[in-house]
Every structure is written in C-alpha cells, then in structure tokens.
C-alpha cells in the first residue's frame, strides 16, 4: 500500500513539473475555450487604424488562427453614436474616457474588463513645405487661412484643442478660423492637401506621414485633461470569450511594443 501511495504522489509530481515547463514554454495554452469560428467587431478611433491594420490585427489572427477581426474606424463621438444605436461591436477602444464613461454609465461596457491603456500627444501641425510663422500655439491669433480641428462636438481630438485653445484664452479668436473635420485623420489630410495652413491633431497622426511636420506639443498648462485611451468589450458581444482575448492580446508586451512604435504611450 505504502509503495502504491509513493507511485500515485511520483506520478502526480512529475505531471506538476511538466505542466509548469509547458506553460512557462508558452506550449499550454493560457485559455482552455476555442475560440475558433468566432468574430471580433473592433470599433476603434481613427487615430488607431494605422496600427491596427498594419500590425496587431495580423498578429492577432496568426496567434488565434480561427479568429476574424473585422474593424470599424471613426471618430470616437461617432462610434459612441453607433453602439448606441445598434452597431454590432465587441470591442471598443476610445481616445477619450469621455466616450467610453457615457457607453459604462448606460450599461454596454462589460466593466470588468475596462483598462485605461494608452496616452498620445496634442501637436499643432503644418503642411511640410510651409513658410508659415507659427511657432505656438499662440501664433494661432495670427493666422489669415484656416486652422483645422477635429469637429468638438463628437472628436475626442477637437475636444483637446478646444480645451487647450480655451485656457490659452485664444479660443474666441481662433473660432471663425476654423475648419471642423470629422475625424483626426480627416484634420490631417486637410494640413497634408495644404487646404489648411495649420491643424491640431496627436502625435502618432503627425507621425503617420511626412506630408507634415510638427510645430510644438501643446503647452502642459493648457491641457488639464490627459488624453487617455481606454479599451473595452462591450457587454452585449456576441464573442465574448474572443473579445476578452483580444483585449488581452493588446496588453502583452509584443502588442505594447507595437503601439510604441506608432507613437503612443503605455499609460502607467
């Protein structure tokens, strides 16, 4: 009996030593759901299509090969809009907290899941080949054509230049200036085409062509508001067990990596 009983405890030692090597090696899954057939519908900021589609997207579906990741890029006002109104979503990442408290208030936001991710930068932006004068954000009074934002009523990005244009006590100046784009990237072609002599947008969106070179970041006294990217899954998701995943995927070290390399900051 005593041999049997050192047998049974040998085996299940050496089962424990070999589950811990396969999942230290990465060879044991950290889930145990197949996510295989499922779909992710990621509404995502426009200001996160370039390292949504060129890296982690693709990254994604070759770590869950079964997995579709189909993205819906807009402005985060008009993205808040349309899962109001239906949109089939089970991830969404925001460019404000603005956006994603107003969806967790009416009860769409699977709360437990709700990570406050990314931080980015506001710069003022000019066309590459501008000979324009403008060094700050208070050379703006000066400016004779249009200065392009993002719309404040729904872009998280013209809600940043409004507040900073506001404490720098420009705003009333500035405001027959200016040109409402529907999104940032919208704001950023209108600087690139020249059809603007200047425009606000993040950093990563001036990193994203050389169409435009930066003039300075917005002053720190002028932005009281951190421009924070939280992410999510939707309470109503139809693949919830992929939509977690996902967002688990994006706070890997491989994913944090991407984002940095576009630009953002990991927020701490």
Do not use: R
Not at 45 to 64: G, H, Q, R, T, V
Not at 173 to 190: E, F, R, W, Y
Not at 233 to 238: M, N
């Amino acid at each position: 009996m005593k041999s049997n009983k050192k047998i049974i405890i040998a085996a299940i030692a050496i089962l424990v030593v070999v589950g811990v090597g396969l999942w230290a090696t990465g060879s044991l899954e950290t889930t145990s759901t197949n996510l295989d057939g499922q779909e992710i519908n990621l509404a995502a900021a426009a200001s996160l299509k370039n390292a949504y589609d060129n890296d982690l997207i693709p990254m994604f579906e070759e770590k869950y090969p079964g997995v579709k990741v189909t993205p819906t890029y807009a402005s985060s006002g008009d993205l808040q809009s349309q899962i109001e109104n239906g949109l089939e979503a089970d991830v969404f990442m925001s460019a404000a907290n603005k956006q994603m408290d107003a969806l967790a208030d009416e009860g769409l936001i699977d709360n437990s899941t709700n990570v406050q991710f990314l931080e980015n930068k506001v710069v003022l932006i000019v066309p590459k080949d501008s000979s324009s004068n403008i060094s700050s954000f208070n050379d703006l009074k000066n400016v004779k054509g249009h200065i392009a934002i993002g719309d404040p009523e729904s872009v998280p990005a013209g809600q940043y230049a409004k507040e900073a244009l506001t404490n720098l006590g420009i705003w009333d100046d500035v405001k027959p200036k200016l040109s409402l784009g529907t999104d940032v990237t919208a704001v950023l072609n209108q600087v690139a085409q020249g059809s603007a002599e200047c425009g606000i947008v993040y950093s990563t969106d001036a990193k994203s062509t050389d169409e435009v070179k930066v003039v300075c970041e917005a002053p720190e006294d002028a932005l009281k508001t951190p421009v924070i990217y939280p992410v999510a899954v939707l309470k109503d998701s139809k693949d919830p067990d992929a939509a977690k995943a996902f967002v688990e995927f994006l706070q890997t070290k491989e994913a944090k990596d991407i984002f940095v390399k576009y630009g953002f900051t990991i927020h701490e």
